[in-house]
């Protein structure tokens, strides 16, 4: 969006693009601290009106922001606020870690090894996650910015039922729900990533800016 005039600002969460085993050592109250600290940089850079967008736990932290600061507009992407059981987290957790460790291009048998010490791991941080989809589900109908609800269609980490529960909660009336026929949960990154950029820079141009 930098192109397009559009001061863009992307943190990364603690733990995350780094080895699972240290993803978690953190929990969401420490991703929060990360966006609110994202936030707060903007606003001390001197941007007035701030519009928030993210993928999965990002969307989730979007529509935070959403009734916990001001902001001008929130497009959240596949966005989790159906909670999924403890197992499931587990389980989608070590399948990130063997994609993240295959790409390391560690030997099989070294893989194999370091997921079964996962296995053992307290996923006690990770679990939290429940707690804050129930939190930010509870409080959707505190937003009434303009809202962008985007789902792929074939997401196979999420309940796809949460892009309704957003946009039905969503108290403004100035809100679209889109779902992308041809895309997985890394939306971005799909067949259609390219209309989907199209779509939220329109959705960005259409806001009321006031410079």
């Known amino acids: 969006m930098q192109k397009e005039g559009y001061t863009s600002h992307a943190p990364l969460y603690r733990g995350h693009g780094v080895p699972p085993e240290e993803l978690v050592t953190y929990s969401p109250e420490d991703w929060w601290e990360d966006v609110e600290a994202a936030y707060d940089h903007l606003k001390n850079e001197g941007y007035e009106e701030i519009a928030v967008c993210g993928l999965s736990l990002g969307g989730v932290f979007s529509l935070k922001l959403g009734f916990s600061k001001p902001v001008k507009g929130i497009v959240s992407m596949c966005a989790p606020v159906r909670p999924k059981t403890e197992e499931a987290i587990k389980k989608g957790f ?6 993240y460790k295959n790409l390391e291009k560690k030997g099989s048998e070294t893989i194999e090894r370091e997921l079964a010490k996962l296995k053992q791991t307290s996923m006690e941080p990770l679990y939290k996650l429940r707690q804050l989809m129930d939190e930010v589900r509870s409080e959707l109908d505190l937003i009434y910015s303009p809202s962008f609800v985007v789902q792929a269609r074939h997401d196979e980490m999420i309940d796809i039922e949460s892009a309704s529960i957003i946009y039905d909660a969503i108290e403004t009336d100035d809100k679209e729900i889109k779902w ?30 006031s410079n």
């Not at 070590?94 to 994609?99: D, G, P, T």
């Not at 990154?189 to 800016?209: A, M, R, S, T, V």
């Open 180 to 209: 992308y026929e041809h895309s997985t949960h890394v939306i971005t990154l799909g067949d259609e990533k390219e209309q989907l950029h199209q779509d939220i820079l329109q959705f960005l141009n259409e806001l009321d800016w």
């Open 94 to 99: 070590l399948r990130y870690s063997k994609e």
